[in-house]
């Protein structure tokens, strides 16, 4: 029997034992905290996504970093500047987090909000 999306990402995680998995549980938090109504999903043979009206994001552990996608980040006010990577795209924006980074709970959160509201 399959798992649900949220066991599969905390298997994700779990598996993940270096910074990148330490950066997606706070990515996550703030996804979870941004709105009630958020669910996760498990798409794409193993990417979270997080979802609300729509796709919001999907996150991703690379070798060297890992990357939180915004599915219509070029549509949504970022006035904190986390996005990036894909600046030149008219669709898709993501945020690029290294080793070292900090996850700004706030300022994710209001971008989060603001892919909800446009979703809607």
């Keep these: 029997m399959p798992m649900n999306p949220s066991d599969q990402i905390d298997k994700l995680i779990a598996e993940t034992t270096d910074w990148r998995g330490e950066t997606l549980v706070g990515v996550r938090k703030s996804f979870l905290e941004a709105d009630r109504e958020i669910i996760e999903e498990w798409k794409w043979m193993g990417s979270p996504v997080w979802s609300c009206n729509g796709i919001i994001a999907v996150g991703n552990a690379h070798k ?3 990357k939180l ?12 500047k986390l996005f990036n990577n894909g600046l030149d795209g008219n669709k898709w924006r993501s945020i ?5 980074d900090k996850v700004d709970s706030r300022a994710l959160k209001n971008l989060i909000r603001a892919a909800i509201d446009y979703n809607k």
């Design 96 to 100: 690029d987090f290294f080793e070292g």
């Design 64 to 66: 060297k970093h890992v």
């Design 69 to 80: 996608t915004f599915a219509n980040g070029a549509h949504i006010a970022d006035p904190d």
